[in-house]
């Protein structure tokens, strides 16, 4: 499982409940997509929870909000949010919510990657308090090195 970076004081925003309300399913987010639809549909159909992660959040007998940071343009989206609704589904006890980026920018800029980067996905991990307890991305560890790295720097956007 990924390692979580600690929640950042919400000085104001304590209170994470309305923004999960007012976020959006995977389906519904889907559905309204206007980029990379069916590529979104085509890894949430092969996208499975992990057992181990599933019992990870069983033992905990809490309830867990997953409220994501994102846009459905993003191709590093397409290939993360799929498995994060996947897991969503899998557990009873996780519920999983879609905000925009671009209409959240004052949450998105409390989890910067390196503190400069408005990168996404991020994945706020909410207490059943809907507190935040850690948050998660872009992604995974070794593709963040490998982003960062002079290889990578010297491609394109695209090829990137």
Avoid at 6 to 35: H, I, K, N, Q, V
Avoid at 53 to 78: F, K, N, P, Q
């Amino acid at each position: 499982m990924p390692s979580l970076h600690e929640a950042p004081e919400l000085s104001g925003m304590d209170d994470l409940s309305a923004r999960f309300a007012s976020g959006l399913t995977f389906d519904l987010m889907d559905a309204g997509a206007t980029e990379n639809a069916d590529l979104y549909r085509n890894f949430r159909s092969r996208a499975a929870a992990p057992s181990e992660y599933v019992e990870r959040i069983a033992v905990t007998g809490r309830r867990w909000h997953l409220l994501v940071i994102s846009e459905d343009w993003c191709g590093d989206s397409v290939n993360i949010v799929p498995w994060i609704d996947a897991l969503a589904e899998a557990s009873t006890l996780t519920e999983m919510r879609l905000i925009g980026r671009d209409d959240n920018l004052d949450l998105m800029d409390l989890h910067l990657t390196n503190g400069r980067s408005r990168s996404i996905p991020i994945v706020l991990v909410l207490a059943d308090q809907f507190r935040e307890r850690g948050w998660w991305g872009p992604r995974p560890g070794p593709m963040q090195e490998w982003f960062e790295s002079a290889e990578a720097q010297a491609l394109s956007k695209d090829a990137r």
